[in-house]
């Protein structure tokens, strides 16, 4: 069974900080990772996800994540925060690999982001 | 392009109304998945289908039906039965399994359910 927990549901940085956002996962197979944007009264765009192969993510709009297997995380990072950046953010985990298309991906309860000018 | 269409973009529903929400996909892929997003929720998997003329219930299918005679076309039908429609609701697709990519769900717009 598998499980994903957002550290914070609403976060606040101010335009041109560093943004953090934190996934932990439960899994008890390797997992693939996920983040997922999503935009008032829009659907899921995918950020950038995991697999395999190097541990260090990168993603669309100067977003990163690092897997790190000890600590059972896939924190979300940005260097420098813009106004555009304000949005839900949903981790999600799922089997790896999927040998059935029945494989669910589990989502987080997602982390709203406000950037303040 | 290809893509997700879903419409409509917002449905009002009166008590004891049956709704069909409607999802269309041209980019070739194999399964299919409703969701539901109700505030400060994540997704919740109502159903999917891995295949034509297959499906299979999620965590919350209750109150819910589907259909999958089609590749492209996964609607999903809100019955009476289900006690507190009100949400967003999301539909997704994602390739077979034997392509690069298969792991990746892509997701239409939405559609905003009200009940009155």
């Known amino acids: 069974a598998q499980s994903v927990t957002q550290l914070g549901s609403h976060v606040s940085v101010s335009e041109g900080a560093l943004v953090l956002l934190r996934c932990n996962y439960s899994?008890?197979?390797?997992?693939?990772l996920f983040w997922y944007v999503q935009y008032p009264n829009q659907g899921l765009q995918l950020l950038l996800k995991?697999?395999?192969?190097?541990?260090l993510v990168k993603g669309i709009n100067g977003f990163e994540a690092e897997f790190k297997k000890s600590e059972t995380s896939f924190h979300l990072t940005k260097p420098s925060a813009h106004m555009s950046d304000a949005a839900e953010y949903f981790c999600?985990?799922?089997?790896?690999?999927?040998?059935?298309?029945?494989?669910?991906?589990?989502f987080g309860p997602g982390t709203s982001l406000s950037v303040i000018p | 392009d290809g893509g997700i269409t879903q419409s409509p973009k917002y449905l009002f529903r009166k008590e004891g109304q049956n709704v069909t929400l409607s999802c269309e996909q041209n980019?070739?892929?194999?399964?299919m998945y409703w969701y539901r997003q109700d505030p400060g929720q994540g997704l919740r998997l109502i159903y999917y289908s891995q295949i034509v003329n297959d499906f299979q219930k999620g965590d919350i299918a209750e109150g819910y039906s589907v259909s999958r005679e089609k590749k492209e076309s996964f609607p999903l039908t809100v019955t009476s039965a289900q006690k507190n429609p009100t949400a967003f609701y999301l539909c997704?697709?994602?390739?077979?399994?034997?392509?690069?990519?298969?792991?990746?769900?892509?997701f239409g717009p939405g559609t905003r359910l009200t009940v009155l």
């Open positions: 999600a985990v799922s089997a790896s690999p999927m040998k059935t298309s029945y494989d669910k991906v589990i």
């Open positions: 995991y697999t395999t192969g190097a541990t």
């Open positions: 899994s008890s197979v390797p997992p693939y």
């Open positions: 980019l070739n892929h194999d399964a």
């Open positions: 997704a697709s994602r390739r077979g399994l034997d392509y690069i990519g298969a792991d990746t769900q892509y």
